[in-house]
C-alpha cells in the first residue's frame, strides 16, 4: 500500500480492514423428514399410484401377458433404477428443489423449469381423477349401487350385457358406462373439444374438496404430510390383500388370472411391448417430474440413498405385479358372469377404472362395502402422488424466494393461492366436454417432453457436472454398474423410446372412444410437450449470455458449479435456527490514497 501523507495511518488500516470484512449470507434452514420411514412411505406412496392399479394390468395383458414382464424389468434396471437414484442423490447432495439444485451446472436451469412445467400439468389434470374418485365414493353410500342392475333406474338396461341386435355396430349399453358417461362427465352432452359445455356443480364440488384435502395436508409442509402417509402409504396395500382374497374365492376368477399371465413369446419381436415398458416405468416411479428431487431433498446428507432407491423401485413394481391379481381375478368373475371372454370387459384408462371395476364391485355379495373400500383406496394413491408433485412445485418456489420459509402466514398465502389458482384451471376439466381435454393433457404432458428432460438430467450429470463428482457420495459396488448404465445404457435406451414416440405421434391419431382429435387439438398437445422441454435450451441461452469472455470461455463457464451450490448441504450436522455462511470480499492488491481521500469523506472509525 503506498501511502501520499503518512499522519492517518489509523484511517488506512480500519480502510483496509474493511475491505477485508466478511459478508454473511443468511441461509434459511430446511425441513427434515421426522424419520427415515416417512421419507421411504412418501416416495412409496408417489410412486405407487393409479397407474399400478389400471395402467400395469391392462398393458401386462395386451403386450403378452407374463412376458411382458421380461422388457418390463430390462428397462426398470437400465433406466428406471439409474434414474431414479440419479435424482434422489442429486436431491439429498444438493439440499435444494428441481430448480436451486441446478446450481451445480447452470448452464441446464432450464431442467428444473421443465420439471415444474411437467409437474403443473400433472397436478392440474390428476387431481380431476381424485374428484371422479370422490363421486364414486360418495355414490357407493347408496343401497343399491347406482350404477347396479339392481338400482330401479337400471332396469331397462339389465338383462343383456352385450347386445344381439340386428346390427353388428351396435352396443347394448351397460348402467356402468351410463352413469359414467351421463351422470359422472356428461359427455354426452359435448361434441368435443371445440364444445366443453358447462361446468358439472358435482364434479365442481368434488374437485374443490380434493384441493382443500391438499392444501390441509401440506399446510405445515413435510412434518404433516410425512404423517399423512403412514395412513395414505399403507392402507391400499391392506385393501389390494383383501380383494385378492375376496377375488380368489370366486367363480372363474382362475380364468381372469391365466388370461393375465399367459405368455406370448412372440410380442417380444414388437417395437410397442419394449416402449411400453418404458413408459410405464416413467409414469409409475415419477422420474423426471421433480417430486423424488424434493423429497429427498429434505433428508440428512447421510441417508443411505442406495438402500432407499432399491426398496422404493422393487416395492413399486411388485406392487404393480401384485395389483394385476386382485383386479384380474374380479375382471375374470365379471366374465364368467357375462359370459364374454375376459379380453372383452377389461379397458384402459379411467375406463378401466370408473367403468369395468364398479361393474365388477357390482356383482360381489356386500357391494356397497367392497365398492366403498376400493374407492378409498384409489383415493389414498391418487393423493400420495399428488403430494409428491405439489412438493416438487412448492420446494422449487420456496427455494427460490427463501423468504417464504421463514413466514409462516406467507407460506400458507402462497400454498393455498396455488391450490385454488389449480381448481379455477382445473374447472375446464369437470365440464361436460372435460374429459377430452384431461385425455390431451394426459397424452401430452408426460410423452416426448418428459423423455427429453429425463435424458438431458442425464447426459448433464454424466458429461457437464461430472459422474466422479456426483458419486463421490455413492461408495458403493453398485457403482460401477450405475456409471455403465448413466453413461451408455440410460440415454441409448431414452434416445430409442423418444424416437419411437416421435413415430408414433407421426403416424397414429389421438382419440377417446370414438372421437378423434382434430389436428389443432394435437397440435395444442405437442405444444404442451415442446413448452417444457424448450425450458432446457432457453435458460440454457439465458445463462450462457449472462458470462462474459468468448463463447467457449462463457460455456466452461456455465459447467462450473456456483460458489453457493454446497451452500444448502448443512444436513449432515446439527444447527441453529439461523447459519451465517461467510463469503470473504477480497480489496486490491495496490491502493494509493491522497489528500483528498481524507478530506473529501467522511470515515467511520
Not at 399410484?49 to 414382464?69: A, Q, T
Not at 352396443?171 to 351421463?182: G, L, Y
Not at 447426459?459 to 455413492?474: A, D, K, Q, T, V
Not at 405421434?505 to 413448452?531: D, E
Amino acid at each position: 500500500v503506498q501511502v501520499i501523507d503518512g499522519a492517518h495511518i489509523n484511517v488506512i488500516q480500519h480502510f483496509i480492514t474493511s475491505c477485508y470484512k466478511k459478508v454473511y449470507t443468511i441461509v434459511i434452514p430446511r425441513e427434515q423428514w421426522g424419520g427415515k420411514y416417512e421419507f421411504l412411505l412418501s416416495c412409496i406412496g408417489y410412486c405407487v399410484g393409479l397407474g399400478n392399479v389400471w395402467r400395469f394390468p391392462y398393458l401386462c395383458y395386451r403386450n403378452g401377458g407374463g412376458v411382458f414382464l421380461i422388457p418390463y424389468f430390462i428397462m426398470l434396471f437400465v433406466t428406471g433404477v439409474p434414474l431414479f437414484l440419479m435424482e434422489l442423490s442429486l436431491g439429498q447432495y444438493g439440499a435444494a428443489g428441481p430448480i436451486t439444485v441446478w446450481k451445480c451446472c447452470p448452464l441446464l436451469k432450464g431442467i428444473g423449469i421443465g420439471m415444474l412445467c411437467v409437474s403443473t400439468l400433472v397436478c392440474l389434470y390428476y387431481n380431476v381423477i381424485i374428484a371422479w374418485t370422490f363421486y364414486y365414493l360418495f355414490s357407493s353410500f347408496q343401497s343399491p349401487l347406482p350404477w347396479s342392475c339392481n338400482a330401479k333406474a337400471n332396469a331397462a338396461f339389465c338383462g343383456n350385457g352385450t347386445t344381439a341386435g340386428n346390427s353388428s355396430m351396435e352396443k347394448t349399453r351397460s348402467p356402468t358406462e351410463i352413469f359414467w358417461n351421463e351422470s359422472v362427465l356428461g359427455v354426452v352432452h359435448s361434441e368435443g373439444l371445440h364444445d366443453p359445455g358447462p361446468v358439472r356443480a358435482p364434479l365442481a364440488l368434488c374437485l374443490l374438496a380434493a384441493w382443500i384435502i391438499i392444501f390441509l395436508c401440506m399446510l405445515k409442509g413435510i412434518r404433516s404430510s410425512g404423517k399423512v402417509v403412514y395412513v395414505t402409504a399403507t392402507f391400499p396395500y391392506f385393501v389390494l390383500v383383501v380383494l385378492i382374497i375376496r377375488g380368489a374365492t370366486l367363480e372363474g376368477s382362475l380364468q381372469g388370472v391365466a388370461f393375465y399371465l399367459t405368455p406370448d413369446w412372440s410380442r417380444l419381436a414388437n417395437a410397442q411391448v419394449w416402449n411400453d415398458a418404458a413408459s410405464q416405468i416413467f409414469y409409475s416411479l415419477g422420474i423426471g417430474v421433480g417430486g423424488l428431487l424434493s423429497m429427498a431433498s429434505y433428508n440428512k446428507f447421510d441417508n443411505n440413498v442406495i438402500r432407499d432407491t432399491i426398496i422404493i423401485t422393487t416395492g413399486n413394481c411388485c406392487t404393480s405385479f401384485f395389483a394385476g391379481f386382485a383386479i384380474f381375478s374380479i375382471l375374470g368373475h365379471m366374465a364368467w358372469r357375462k359370459g364374454v371372454p375376459v379380453g372383452e370387459v377389461a379397458d384402459t384408462g379411467p375406463g378401466l377404472a370408473f367403468v369395468a371395476y364398479p361393474e365388477a364391485l357390482a356383482l360381489l355379495p356386500g357391494s356397497v362395502f367392497w365398492s366403498i373400500m376400493f374407492f378409498l383406496m384409489l383415493f389414498m394413491l391418487g393423493i400420495d402422488t399428488l403430494f409428491g408433485n405439489m412438493e416438487g412445485i412448492t420446494t422449487a418456489v420456496l427455494d427460490e424466494f427463501p423468504n417464504l420459509r421463514r413466514n409462516t402466514l406467507h407460506k400458507s398465502m402462497f400454498l393455498g393461492a396455488l391450490c385454488f389458482t389449480f381448481y379455477l384451471m382445473g374447472l375446464l376439466l369437470v365440464t361436460n366436454g372435460g374429459i377430452y381435454w384431461f385425455t390431451l393433457i394426459d397424452s401430452f404432458s408426460t410423452s416426448f417432453g418428459l423423455i427429453i428432460i429425463t435424458l438431458f438430467m442425464c447426459l448433464g450429470i454424466s458429461f457437464f457436472y461430472g459422474i466422479p463428482c456426483h458419486s463421490n457420495h455413492l461408495i458403493t459396488k453398485l457403482l460401477i454398474y450405475f456409471k455403465a448404465c448413466w453413461v451408455f445404457g440410460t440415454p441409448f435406451l431414452l434416445m430409442f423410446i423418444l424416437i419411437y414416440i416421435f413415430i408414433e405421434m407421426y403416424n397414429t391419431p389421438l382419440h377417446y372412444g370414438s372421437y378423434v382429435y382434430p389436428q389443432w387439438g394435437k397440435g395444442l398437445g405437442v405444444c404442451m410437450g415442446a413448452t417444457c422441454c424448450l425450458q432446457i435450451l432457453i435458460w440454457a441461452i439465458v445463462a450462457i449470455s449472462r458470462e462474459t469472455g468468448t463463447l467457449k470461455d462463457r460455456f466452461q463457464k456455465t459447467i462450473r458449479p456456483l460458489n453457493s451450490w454446497r451452500v444448502n448441504n448443512l444436513n449432515s450436522t446439527e444447527r441453529s435456527e439461523e447459519h451465517m455462511e461467510p463469503d470473504r470480499v477480497e480489496a486490491p492488491f495496490t491502493v494509493t490514497l491522497t489528500d483528498r481521500d481524507f478530506t473529501a469523506m467522511t470515515w467511520e472509525m
